[in-house]
C-alpha cells in the first residue's frame, strides 16, 4: 500500500536560515509526489510536484523538493525562511490503486513550521 | 484563491441530523474530491467523482454520501451524524485523470456536531 511520512510533527528555524521538511515515501511503481502548505483556517494550496524527471523540483514562494529514489524521500527546501512561511506542510503521495489513471491523495499527518524572526 | 468554492462555511448542528455540503470545482475541471480532516485521523480521502460518475471510494461511511451534477458541482451528504464526524471537510479539483495533475483545494467546511 501507498504511504507517506513526515518524521517531524514540528520544525523550529531562524527567519533567513535555510529549512527543510521530512517526507519519506513507499510505494509500489513510480511516485507521484506533492507537497501542500496549509494556512490556519484555509485550504490547502499545491506548493509543488515530482512526477518524472529532474531530481530537483521548484515550486511556489521559492519553494523546491529533492526526489531521492534509492532513499524513498521527498524533501521540502527553501534557502532562506521567512516569518510567512509558518504554517502546515503536507507530504502527499498519489494512490495509482484505481489502475493507475486517476487516484487521490495519499496525504502524511503534516508538519508544523514555525519560523521566528 | 484556487477558484474552488465550498458552503457553508461553518455548520453545527446535533447528532443525529443530516447535512449536504456543496462543492463548485475549478472552471473546466472534471474530477472532484472530497476529503476530510480531523485531529485525530489528518487528512483522509472520502471519495473522487468525474465527470459525474464516481470513480474511487475512500475511507467513507455507509452513512455519507456523495454525487456530482451535470454542471459539475457536487455535494457531500452526512447523515445520522455522530460526535466524531465533527470535522473539516474539503473539496478538491483536478482537470482530468491523469495522476500528474495537482489538486486544487477548496476553503472547506467546517462540520461541528453537538
Known amino acids: 500500500a501507498q504511504s507517506v511520512a513526515q518524521p517531524e510533527d514540528q520544525v523550529n528555524v531562524a527567519e533567513g536560515n535555510p529549512l527543510t521538511v521530512k517526507c519519506t515515501y513507499s510505494?509500489?511503481?513510480?511516485?507521484?509526489l506533492f507537497w501542500y502548505v496549509q494556512y490556519p483556517n484555509r485550504g490547502l494550496q499545491f506548493l509543488l510536484k515530482?512526477?518524472?524527471?529532474?531530481?530537483l523540483v521548484k515550486g511556489s514562494y521559492g519553494f523546491e523538493a529533492e526526489f531521492n529514489k534509492s532513499q524513498t524521500s521527498f524533501h521540502l527546501k527553501k534557502p532562506s525562511a521567512l516569518v510567512s512561511d509558518s504554517a502546515l506542510y503536507f507530504c502527499?503521495?498519489?494512490?495509482?490503486?484505481?489502475?493507475?489513471?486517476?487516484?487521490?491523495?495519499?496525504f502524511g499527518k503534516g508538519t508544523k513550521l514555525s519560523v521566528k524572526p | 484563491d484556487s477558484g474552488v468554492t465550498q458552503t457553508p462555511k461553518h455548520l453545527i448542528t446535533a447528532t443525529g441530523q443530516r447535512v449536504t455540503l456543496r462543492c463548485s470545482p475549478r472552471?473546466?475541471?472534471?474530477?472532484v474530491y472530497w476529503y476530510q480532516q480531523s485531529l485525530d485521523q489528518g487528512l483522509q480521502f472520502l471519495i473522487q467523482?468525474?465527470?459525474?460518475?464516481?470513480?474511487a471510494k475512500g475511507n467513507i461511511l455507509e452513512r455519507f454520501s456523495a454525487q456530482q451534477f451535470p454542471d459539475l458541482h457536487s455535494e457531500l451528504n452526512l447523515s445520522s451524524l455522530e460526535l466524531g464526524d465533527s470535522a473539516l471537510y474539503f473539496c478538491?479539483?483536478?482537470?482530468?485523470?491523469?495522476?500528474?495533475?495537482?489538486?486544487?483545494f477548496g476553503p472547506g467546511t467546517r462540520l461541528t456536531v453537538t
Open positions: 478538491a479539483s483536478s482537470p482530468g485523470q491523469s495522476s500528474s495533475y495537482e489538486q486544487y
Open positions: 510505494v509500489s511503481g513510480n511516485p507521484y
Open positions: 515530482y512526477i518524472t524527471g529532474d531530481n
Open positions: 502527499a503521495v498519489r494512490d495509482v490503486n484505481y489502475g493507475g489513471s486517476q487516484g487521490n491523495l495519499i
Open positions: 472552471s473546466g475541471d472534471l474530477s
Open positions: 467523482y468525474y465527470n459525474g460518475e464516481e470513480r
